[in-house]
């Protein structure tokens, strides 16, 4: 089976270099030290604060990201230049190892 999503043990958190709004999809990130260079993978805007949004990264052109916006029931917000912008495991993730792990027999 195909990885779904993909990983990086070593992604490096970085920041917006812009402002968006909550309907873009695209934005771009001062750097993408030790990112995946798979795709898609999850990211996390505005990491930790009140507004975070998960986004689903499905490329990445030189720091500016092809984004799909509001993953795992999270809202698309607005975000500003600045914000924390990291690399997450998310809850899909767990969801997807444990639907597949109580449906497979004799592991």
């Known amino acids: 089976m195909a990885n779904a999503y993909f990983y990086s043990n070593i ?3 970085t920041t917006l270099s812009g402002n968006i709004n909550n309907a873009v999809t695209s934005c771009t990130v001062a750097a993408t030290t030790g990112w995946p260079t ?3 993978f999850i990211v996390a805007l505005d990491f930790g604060a009140a507004n975070e949004e998960l ?3 499905t490329n990445n ?3 500016t990201l092809t984004i799909v916006r509001a993953f795992g ?3 698309a917000v607005s975000h500003s230049i600045g914000a924390v912008v990291r690399h997450v495991a998310n809850a899909q993730d767990f969801t997807d ?3 597949h792990e109580a449906a ?3 592991v």
Do not use: E, I, L
């Open 11 to 13: 992604a490096v958190p």
């Open 38 to 40: 798979s795709y898609p």
């Open 55 to 57: 986004v689903q990264v």
């Open 61 to 63: 052109a030189a720091g």
């Open 73 to 75: 029931g999270t809202s």
């Open 97 to 99: 190892f444990r639907t």
């Open 104 to 106: 497979t027999s004799n």
